[in-house]
C-alpha cells in the first residue's frame, strides 16, 4: 500500500512539474522608450484596449498560441472566453506590484482616515479638540487617495512599446 502511495505521489510530482514547463510561455511588453521589459505570464490579470476608441476591458490570460493569447473577460457578458491575436491589441495597462501595495495601504489609510473623522468627539475628549482631530482624519483621508490617482503606465503597441510572445 505504501508503494501505491509513493507511486501516485511520484505521479503527481510529474504532472506538476509538467503543466509548469508547458505554461512557460508569457507576453513580453517592451518599452521602447527605455528598454525595460514586463512579462505577463499565463494566470495573470492586465487591462486592454483592441482600438484606440475602445475602453479598456480587464481580461485574465489563459494560454498562449504562437501570435495570439486567449484571454478570459468576466466582464463581457456575450463572450468570456477569447483568442485575440497580439497585432489586434492596440494598449495594455498592468499594474506594478507598487500600485498593488499602494491601493493596499491607501484602503487601509482611507478607512482609517474616515473612522477619525466619524469618532473625533470620543478621541478628543471634552476640551473641545475634535476639529483637530477631524482635521487629522482629513489629511489621513487625504494620503490614502493618492494611490488611486496615479494610473498605470500605457503600453501602446507601434508607439512606445512591442508585444512578443516568448518561451
Request: glycine share 8%; net charge positive.
Amino acid at each position: 500500500m505504501k508503494i501505491l502511495y509513493t507511486k501516485i505521489s511520484f505521479c503527481c510530482f510529474l504532472l506538476l512539474f509538467s503543466s509548469l514547463a508547458i505554461q512557460a510561455q508569457e507576453l513580453q511588453v517592451k518599452n521602447t522608450k527605455n528598454g525595460k521589459v514586463r512579462t505577463l505570464k499565463a494566470n495573470q490579470s492586465f487591462s486592454f484596449k483592441l482600438s484606440e476608441d475602445d475602453e479598456y476591458k480587464k481580461g485574465k490570460i489563459q494560454s498562449f498560441t504562437d501570435t495570439s493569447l486567449v484571454i478570459f473577460t468576466p466582464e463581457e457578458d456575450d463572450i468570456q472566453l477569447r483568442e485575440v491575436k497580439l497585432k489586434e491589441i492596440y494598449a495594455i495597462k498592468k499594474m506594478s506590484c507598487l500600485h498593488k501595495v499602494g491601493y493596499a495601504a491607501g484602503a487601509v489609510l482611507i478607512v482609517g482616515g474616515v473612522g477619525t473623522i466619524l469618532e473625533a468627539p470620543s478621541i478628543a475628549g471634552d476640551d473641545g479638540s475634535d476639529w483637530l482631530v477631524r482635521g487629522a482624519g482629513l489629511v489621513v483621508t487625504a494620503v490614502g487617495l493618492i494611490p488611486y490617482l496615479i494610473k498605470p503606465k500605457e503600453f501602446v503597441q507601434g508607439k512606445n512599446a512591442e508585444y512578443a510572445i516568448v518561451k
